[in-house]
């Protein structure tokens, strides 16, 4: 069964600071999909970012972007330049369905972000 | 806003009775997805349906049941409830065409609470 985990369950950093999340992951699939996904204090489920395992470059969105180690099934979130919006809930989550179509997502434990003023 | 939407927003209810949890996804959407998040096992798959039929079962209990209709939303019936079926239920819908990846869009969620 394929598993994701967040070894950190908290973290706390000053606003504008760069913080990491951590995630890891074990499938035996060659081909699947791995996610971030932000859930604020109002609960929606907000994707911030993907990862193609074929793809060897790291997906970037803005301040957001991922170190994807394929061979250690790594998988972590650099927040720069972090706001007090960045507060949240941080969610690693994996789809390894075949042929690449949408399924079942599996998700990590969490990681709580909070951004001190 | 997402575009899923889901309804009721809460709903509060005794052990042993029913409910049924009611998703619209997308325009355009065929696949929605159920999650259930609670405090002890996290956030997990239930079952995904795909232009109405089952598409695939996650860790969905016997007590539960869904379905998609015609008009693509679908419902979650949750029956014989016990205390520890509180939980936030999400509802996701993509596109789900066959040759590239559908990004799940979540919707707002129903906060069930079982007393």
Redo the contacts between chains.
């Keep these: 069964a394929q598993t994701v985990t967040q070894s950190q369950p908290e973290m706390s950093v000053q606003e504008a600071e760069t913080v990491t999340l951590s995630c890891t992951y074990d499938t035996s699939e060659n081909n699947y999909y791995l996610f971030w996904y932000k859930q604020p204090p109002s609960r929606q489920m907000i994707l911030v970012i993907r990862q193609e395992a074929y793809k060897q470059q790291n997906a970037t969105e803005n301040r957001f972007s991922v170190n994807f180690q394929k061979a250690a099934k790594s998988f972590s979130l650099k927040i720069s330049d972090s706001q007090l919006g960045d507060t949240a809930m941080y969610f690693c989550a994996f789809d390894d369905s075949p042929g690449g179509g949408a399924d079942g997502l599996t998700f990590g434990k969490g990681t709580h972000l909070i951004i001190q003023p | 806003d997402?575009g899923v939407t889901q309804t009721p927003k809460h709903l509060i209810t005794a052990t042993g009775q029913r409910v049924t949890l009611r998703c619209s996804p997308r325009s355009g959407d065929l696949?929605v997805?159920w999650?259930q998040q609670s405090l002890d096992q996290?956030?997990?798959?239930?079952?995904?349906y795909y232009n109405g039929e089952e598409?695939?079962k996650?860790n969905i209990l016997e007590r539960f049941s869904a379905q998609q209709f015609p008009d693509l939303h679908s419902e979650l019936n949750l029956s014989s409830l016990e205390l520890g079926d509180s939980a936030?239920y999400?509802c996701?819908s993509?596109v789900?065409?066959?040759?590239?990846?559908?990004?799940?869009?979540?919707g707002?969620?129903t906060r069930l609470t079982v007393l």
């Design positions: 997402s696949s997805y999650y996290g956030l997990q798959f239930l079952i995904q598409r695939a996650g936030l999400f996701a993509s789900e065409p066959a040759s590239s990846y559908n990004e799940q869009f979540f707002p969620g």
